[in-house]
């Protein structure tokens, strides 16, 4: 099995289009969306990218959706948003000019996650020209239930796909406001998937930990909070004591 990368840089090869819409199996899209993202792109034509609405539902697109896409005013905001692992767009609010894709080098496939964040923060970085609509949902993202071993292969893939996505971005931000975006998605990442499953994920912990230090990436106030909560998460006597963890928890 080779991945969704693959198989979508795959697909690019056998496209003849002067567009690119990428789309999961399990997502959905509206009757119009291709015609109108299409007549968007013709009246604009000095763009390499259009983003487009996009909403999350679970089983009925008619029930509970809400809108994904972030609309801000400053482009570079943009670029902060997915290095703190906010993404302001999905894989399918895109919209591509066939030959602009192509440059960007495509998806890399040797990411099982966060992917798509990579490709967007590198279409960025190359300063191509983009726009952000705020529309109408033309694309319907599914948040899918899962089975309690597709749970535990998601949390897993979702610490060690982080950690080397972060260590990948690292070398190549140089921007102050990049590097708070960095730090604030590594705090993001504790307090979203490490810190609740750290006592399974000591060797990762430990080995992420040593590279934020070694980097200066966080603040010591912020190590002493994930060493301090860490302390009570595997200690036999002191994990038992759920209040402390949350303080600390609060206070990251």
Known sequence: IKGPSACRNLGVQHA???FLLFLDSDDLI??????????????HPNLDF????????????????KKFSKIFTDKEE??????ADQHPWQTSGPLWRKESYVKTGGFREDYTIME?????????????????INDKPDFFYRQ??????QEEQFWKASITGRIIFYKNLF?????????????????LLYKTFLLSRIYNFQKEHKALLVWIKMNRILRKSDLFL??????FATNKLLKFIPFIKGVIFRFL
């Open 16 to 18: 003849s289009g002067k």
């Open 30 to 43: 509206t009757p119009t969306c291709l015609e109108k993202r299409v007549d968007f792109f013709e009246s």
């Open 50 to 65: 259009a983003v487009f609405t996009q909403a999350i539902f679970t089983e009925n697109i008619n029930l509970g959706t």
């Open 78 to 83: 943009y670029l902060s948003a997915f290095i």
């Open 116 to 132: 798509d964040p990579e490709l967007h923060i590198r279409a960025l970085f190359a300063n191509l020209q983009f726009e952000v």
């Open 144 to 149: 899918s239930h899962k089975t309690k071993e």
């Open 171 to 187: 070398p190549i931000l140089t921007k102050p406001e990049q590097k708070k975006a960095l730090s604030n998605g590594i705090i």
């Open 226 to 231: 994930i060493q301090g909560y860490n302390l």
